[in-house]
């Protein structure tokens, strides 16, 4: 009896131990950004200086992490991209295809990363945020001091003018009416994540894949309603020529 109840203790602890160790290995070193419902969750995170970020696509659409200049490639559903932080900072990013998905990452100068060790560590030691460095009292995404390790700002894909038409936030013509006069050359940017072909009349683009365009010149005055051949009447949109 008295070594059944040994080896069933001696049992106990080692699944105890095993159950540890599991678990400190399983922690995770870094901040996790989930993409979801065409938006990034949280919208800021805060991490470390030599921290790795992760962001996992759980959307069904395809996105990228566009930062400090740099995008990364395609995140189809369940892919994951990594990055890592090596100075502090506010760090603004979006999707590269969904100019309206937007977040921050917040790199602290003490190590402080997300949850209970951001606010211990804050709660000790408060170390003021770039902004507070700066001068005057004016928010860090309007103006910061040239000593701030602000990355540089993003770039905005989409260029917009009186004779562009862009392919934004899946199967969406922006604008869906644009009025030209006539000889005016019209481009349509793809800058969705799935591929479009532009048709009115007789005219029919390529394929256009993601960052492609294609441009016609309109010397007739009238109305073209144009479509996504690919997608049908519910992409659809109108020229008006004067």
Aim: aromatic letters at 8%; one cysteine or more; charged letters at 20%.
């Amino acid at each position: 009896m008295k070594t059944y109840l040994l080896f069933t203790s001696l049992a106990g602890m080692i699944m105890f131990a095993g159950a540890a160790i599991s678990s400190d290995m399983m922690a995770p070193k870094g901040s996790s950004v989930k993409i979801q419902n065409y938006a990034f969750g949280p919208e800021s995170v805060s991490t470390a200086p030599g921290k790795e970020v992760v962001w996992v696509n759980n959307d069904s659409s395809s996105h990228t992490v566009l930062i400090d200049g740099h995008e990364s490639p395609r995140l189809r559903k369940g892919g994951e991209y990594r990055h890592t932080f090596t100075k502090p900072g506010e760090y603004h990013y979006q999707c590269g295809i969904h100019k309206s998905m937007k977040g921050t990452v917040i790199v602290g100068a003490n190590g402080s990363v997300n949850g209970s060790m951001n606010s211990s560590i804050s709660a000790k030691a408060p170390t003021p945020s770039p902004v507070s460095k700066a001068p005057t009292p004016v928010p860090s995404r309007v103006a910061t001091p040239a000593s701030s390790p602000t990355p540089t700002p993003v770039k905005k894909h989409i260029v917009a003018d009186g004779n562009t038409v862009s392919i934004v936030d899946f199967m969406r013509f922006s604008p869906t009416e644009l009025t030209v006069a006539a000889g005016t050359e019209v481009t349509w940017d793809n800058h969705d994540g799935s591929n479009h072909v532009i048709q009115f009349g007789n005219v029919r683009s390529p394929r256009l894949r993601h960052d492609s365009s294609f441009s016609y010149r309109f010397d007739k005055p009238g109305e073209y309603p144009f479509i996504c051949a690919i997608h049908g009447k519910r992409m659809s949109g109108k020229i008006t020529v004067k």
